[in-house]
Each structure stands twice: as C-alpha cells, then as structure tokens.
C-alpha cells in the first residue's frame, strides 16, 4: 500500500486537472470491480454490482494548487489559488505543471511579512523573457505542488495526502473485497474538483441515486505544540466524523460505524471539525437526502506541501471500511 500511496501523492492533479491521478487509478482499482466508467465531469466511478439500494463510498482524487494570471515581460508568473491555499505555505516551495515544468515561489519586496498576499507572490520558472516563460506555461494552467513522498517511523510525509491517502483506502478495500459476495452494490466514486466546492461529487451523488453515502477524506489534528484544540490525534484511529462547515453526518450511520468499530475492536475517534467540508457534504443534500457518514485520517499540515499521516489509521480505516462493505448497511442504519 505504500507504494501505491507514493505513486498517487506524486503524481499531478489539481482540481479540473485530475486525467493524470484518474489513469493511476483506474489502473488500479480495474481488475477489482465489475465495471469502471469516467462521467462527463472527470469522476471516477468503480462498481462492484450487488442489491440496490447501493452504498456510495467517495475520496476525493483533486488536490489543491494555483493557476497562472499573468506572465510578465521578464517571464515571471502571477498565480492565483486553486482551492484553499495560504500564500505563506509557497514561499520557497517549487510547483509543478503537467507538462512537467517546475519553479519557485517567492515574494516582492515587503515592509513586513504580514502584508504577504497573493498580488505579491509570483512564480519563477527560471526564464528570462515573457516569450521564454510561454513556452513553459499558458495563462489558465494549473500547478501542484512538487515534493517527495516519504515513510517517516510508522508515518507518512507527502503533498496531496489530502486526499490520495483516502483514495489509497478506496482502493485497497476494493481488492480485499474482490470477487467477495456483498449485501448491497458499492460504488467507489474518485471524485474530481472537491478542493473548489465538492463539485464532482455533487453530480456524481445525483446520478449514482446511492442509498447510503460515506466519504474518506482526511480531517485536522489538534496534537502538534500549542495547536488550536482538536479531539484528533495521529495514531489513535481513524475518525468517525460528527460534523463538519459541510454536513452534520447521518446519526444512524455514524452509530453504525461505531457499533461495527466496537465489535471488532478497531480504534476510532469522534471528528468535530468546525471549519472544512468534504464530500459527504454534497452527497447528503442529493435528491432527497441520502444518509452519510464520514471516515478521516487524521492529518497534520493539511493543505502545505508536507501533511504527514499515521500508517496505522490508514490500516484500521482500511479494516473498518472493509468490514463496513460486507455489512448489511439496509439493516444496520436504523
Ligand atoms: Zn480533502
């Protein structure tokens, strides 16, 4: 699984920019499920066929990044956020764009640091005209940030953790299932653009008509000095999630996640997350509402270019997801 991790943390995906990650995961997640199909958004939706009504489970494959505004006559980029980037977490940091160009982040002569906004920021991709520049990057393209993954003891180091290390769970849970009989038909949603306003899986949620919802994603931890107060820490388990900006999760199905937890001794934590949403958020308000949960990895430094995870929460999140699929969720949701 680590492998698999490191290949779709480095790989290049902002949000509206996920062909690249979507391949990687196509390939593989394919041989697990009955059928896989690309929607005309970019989600990714992987179907393992059983009885309706069917169990959406989502992660979301986008990541956070900027976008060029303007290249100017020496061949310096202006860039805007792509979802919910800090402007102090670039300074220094190197971006990547799909074709493969890199370059830096740094900003214009400041009085004082706070006065660091995004009209001061600019990105240099080593060019020394505008013409240069454009051979390199287009007004409107997009980059990721561009950093190793790497296996720290026990845990986890990389960019786009947020959501990769979700989209890993997906997987991985996939496989163990294959070919397994289950109570209820599973769809794996990748889902794309999450990062600017869960919009793949506002879409995806309408058209799938799931009967249950369940989005893995990561959530903050409150255990580094002096954090602002958070009930989640790295290694505790993964964290059943009560409320978040994007929904106040289904009260049956967070039950239920606790009592299948419980009986098989897996650790878990309770989530309150007072600002950030994620998936769950779109697809409870689908139609008529569908009851959803949510499951988080616990993550520091989200959204800079080194989160860092726990490896053991992403197996017990795997184990609990596992277990969650093979269970009847018609009977168990009540
Ligand atoms: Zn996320």
Redesign the pocket.
Known sequence: MEALMKSLCEAYGPSGEEKEIRALIENAVKDSVDRIYTDNLGNLLAVREGPEPALLLSA?MDEIGVIVTHIDENGFLRIAPVGGVAPHLLLGQRLRFKNGAVGTVYHEKLKELRDLDWSKLYLDLGAGSAAEAKNVAQIGDMACLHQPFDSLNGRYMAKAL??RV?CAILIETARRLAGAPLPQAICFLFSVQ??VGLRGATTAAYSIQPGYGLAV??TRAGDTPKAPLMEVSLGKGPAIKVKDSSVICSPKVRRFMMEVASQHEIPYQLEVLERGG?DAGAIHLSRGGVPTGALSIPCRYIHTASEMVDAADIQNAVKLLEILCRTSWSEGVS
Do not use: A
Request: glycine fraction near 12%; charge should be negative.
């Open positions: 979301h947020d959501d979700g999450e990062e994603d990561v994620t």
